[in-house]
């Protein structure tokens, strides 16, 4: 009797270890998973640590030789290598959701596609600062506008708000509207991109405008880092996702047997677009 018992005793502590072993695998296996989803990691890492490195470089640049309007190191200096870094990234974000519809055939990837060719060509262009003091004057001029500023913002800083926003209206409006006419698997990575560009334009708008608020202050000197610096991780971020998204399109296009476009794994030639 004292025998059967010990051996179902053992057997119930072989069961639980074994569950045990099964859950952690479970969950170690779904934690790959949603990391996988995020993309390439390699190359996740690779781009996050060039941004890490340029970041370190400008605050040591910072300390060590103070601000400065052409020094190439400083994230602020137009024209530095992390500008140019952006521009690149922006780019290639550009290209890859282009990409991404072609192997989808679903629009909503150009509107994304268009709101971040508009970043690049307001950045490089340098339109928001350009046309920010321009439309502020005009508004002054002929409507109301508060030429002394608002909440501690400039009318050139309020000036620049609306340049963004009447450059981006369109395109995000596009978006919001494909968006819905998707289906569900591509509504699903439409939110995961919708939530990266909310993070970009949180860098580059909210933090831009803190920025401007206590820009004569050591403070100024931090959230100008995490301004710039905030929007490098997340162009970084957002180049892998969409690259993992064009991945995971092709291959299960290449599952469900779609091999006709030159891309492989896209739809059949002349299939009309799903949006």
Known sequence: MTTQTTTRTTTRTT???ADRGTHATARERSLRTRIARLGPVPLLAALVAVDLALITASVVRLET?????TDPWLLETDGGWAELAGYVQQAAIAVL???LCRVTRHLVWVAYAAVYLCALADDSLRLHENKGAWLADRLAAHLWFPSD??????ADDLGEL???GLLAVVPLTAAVVLHRRSDR??????????GLLAAYVFCGAVLDQVHVLVRDTWIGDVAGTWEDGG?????SVS????LGRVLAARRARSDAGGTSLPVPGGAPAGAPLAD
């Open 15 to 17: 069961a639980r270890a």
């Open 65 to 69: 030789a103070g601000p400065s309007l």
């Open 97 to 99: 959701l282009l990409a």
């Open 149 to 154: 500023g608002f909440l501690g913002l400039r």
């Open 162 to 164: 609306m340049v963004w």
């Open 185 to 194: 698997e591509n509504r699903r990575a439409s939110l995961g991109m919708a």
């Open 231 to 235: 929007e490098m991780v997340v162009l």
């Open 239 to 242: 180049v892998v996702y969409v």
